[in-house]
């Protein structure tokens, strides 16, 4: 399993923007992912992308205002967040799969607090 070290978050007005880092520790591009969890919801896809990065997938509640990204030789995947809403207030996690085009996710961050005010 991969170490994940998730970066970036913090509070931010609506509207603004935030981008969020996760480092992992292999030189293996796993495809990737980042979730979210909001108090005392469960926890929600945000965006994938696969090992090469040619495939990312959005959840309907950010596509179009999130980005997911990656660079493999820094073995570091980015969550690009603007035009944020109250509503994407949550925990931020970082999740690795164990494949690099499967969506199989078995490993997680300690997770980022992002705060959108009003």
């Known amino acids: 399993q991969a170490q994940l070290v998730e970066s970036g978050g913090g509070l931010v007005q609506a509207g603004g923007s935030l981008r969020l880092s996760c480092t992992y520790s292999s030189r293996f591009a796993y495809a990737m992912g980042w979730f979210r969890q909001a108090s005392g919801k469960e926890r929600e896809f945000a965006a994938v992308?696969?090992?090469?990065?040619?495939?990312?997938r959005y959840s309907y509640l950010v596509k179009g205002r999130f980005t997911i990204s990656r660079d493999n030789a820094k073995s570091t995947v980015f969550l690009q967040m603007d035009s944020l809403k109250p509503e994407d207030t949550a925990v931020y996690y970082c999740?690795?799969?164990?494949?690099?085009?499967?969506?199989?996710?078995?490993?997680w961050g300690q997770g980022t607090q992002v705060t959108v005010s009003s």
């Open positions: 992308i696969s090992g090469s990065g040619n495939d990312t």
């Open positions: 999740a690795a799969s164990r494949y690099s085009d499967a969506y199989d996710f078995d490993s």
